[in-house]
Nanobody, 124 residues
């Protein structure tokens, strides 16, 4: 069955970097748009970044533009989120998501599959 598994989270100091990975077990990974969301304590799930199925279109939340980079490897069936210049406000559980019918990119309702999340904690 379809499964997304995130990894790479951890504790990092302000200004540091982390790379998150999401290993996907999907029927046709290359045909899914992939996204990262995050959810901080007491907050709703928040869109972070999107990459189209071919990798040619990238879209980022304003809060992470210039600091985060999403990419995908359709051979490894993996999507990545390279995070740099981390801030305390980046602290959250990060989730990867996959969807075939994407419109706004930022709505969780547009995605069909979700991982269990990986914790990112940025100390301040």
């Amino acid at each position: 069955q379809a499964q997304l598994v995130e990894s790479g989270g951890g504790l990092v100091q302000t200004g540091g970097s982390l790379r998150l990975s999401c290993a996907a077990s999907l029927g046709t990974f290359s045909m899914y748009g992939m996204a990262w969301f995050r959810q901080a304590p007491g907050k709703e799930r928040e869109f972070v970044a999107f990459v189209s199925w071919g990798g040619g279109y990238l879209y980022y939340a304003d809060a992470v533009k210039g600091r985060f980079a999403i990419s995908r490897d359709n051979v490894k069936n993996t999507v990545y989120l390279q995070m740099t210049s981390l801030k305390s406000e980046d602290t959250a559980v990060y989730y990867c998501a996959a969807g075939r019918s994407i419109s706004t990119m930022t709505s969780p309702n547009e995605y069909d599959y979700w991982g269990q999340g990986t914790q990112v904690t940025v100390s301040s």
